[in-house]
């Protein structure tokens, strides 16, 4: 799940994602092309309601590719994604619109 907020101030839209609450993990990382698809740089915090979260501030007007990475090796997409892309693996990658 994708929650954005468009900032009035300067050209950036927070976003803040979200996994399922149905996925069950013990680490979470968000992996994308805003952080050249690094396994372990942007962690995701686990909440109350077993879901994960964490906010990024990306550049507003454009469109990010991204998947979850459950405990280091199982590839996960967000089903509620803006829209989705082929990659190179026989998959797609989920995509936000900012």
Known sequence: MLKKQHLKSKPVCKVTFYTPAQIE?????????????????????KLKDGRFSVLLELEAG?????????????WHNDW???????NPFSGDNSVVIT
Do not use: C
Request: glycine share 8%; aromatic share 14%; net charge negative.
């Open 25 to 45: 993990a013990d680490t979470v990382h968000l992996v994308g092309d805003f952080n050249g698809w690094s396994e372990t740089e942007t962690e995701m915090k």
């Open 62 to 74: 454009k469109e990010y590719q991204f998947r979850y990475l459950i405990n280091g090796k199982d």
């Open 80 to 86: 509620e994604a803006d829209k989705y892309v082929p």
